[in-house]
């Protein structure tokens, strides 16, 4: 059974960064053709797909967040994390990390399916000053 939990500060100030790691259990983040994403729902939103790193490292971002964005991984701790800058009061979310898989065709992956079977159970942050 694999678990995910992300860990990380509920309050972050405006214009700092947001950092979140979410540390996996039961599975390796390097095992092929998985991907480790985040996923945030703002209050009253639908989720949102932020980002993800592939079993090889490889990563993937939300154009509309990819110049704020930065995900990487440790995998002597098996542990993914994702950093936010500049963030403001509209980052203010449930943030949370899944498992996802890789579109690939033979050895060639193309990048993730947003088709997730494991979920974190969230983390709220909060930007505020």
């Known amino acids: 059974q694999v678990q995910l939990q992300e860990s990380g500060p509920g309050l972050v100030k405006p214009s700092q960064t947001l950092s979140l790691t979410c540390t996996v259990s039961?599975?390796?983040?390097?095992?092929?053709?998985?991907?480790w994403s985040w996923i945030r729902q703002p209050p009253g939103k639908g989720l949102e797909w932020m980002g993800a790193?592939?079993?090889?490292?490889?990563?993937y971002y939300s154009p509309s967040l990819k110049s704020r964005t930065s995900i990487s991984r440790d995998t002597s701790k098996n542990q993914f994390s994702l950093q936010l800058s500049s963030v403001t009061p509209e980052d203010t979310a449930v943030y949370y990390c899944?498992?996802?898989?890789?579109?690939?065709?033979?050895?060639?992956?193309?990048?993730?399916?947003?088709?997730?079977?494991?979920w974190g159970q969230g983390t709220q942050v909060t930007v505020s000053s």
């Open positions: 039961g599975g390796s983040i390097t095992t092929s053709y998985y991907a």
């Open positions: 899944a498992r996802d898989y890789m579109y690939c065709s033979g050895y060639v992956c193309y990048g993730p399916r947003y088709e997730y079977d494991y």
């Open positions: 790193i592939a079993y090889d490292g490889s990563t």
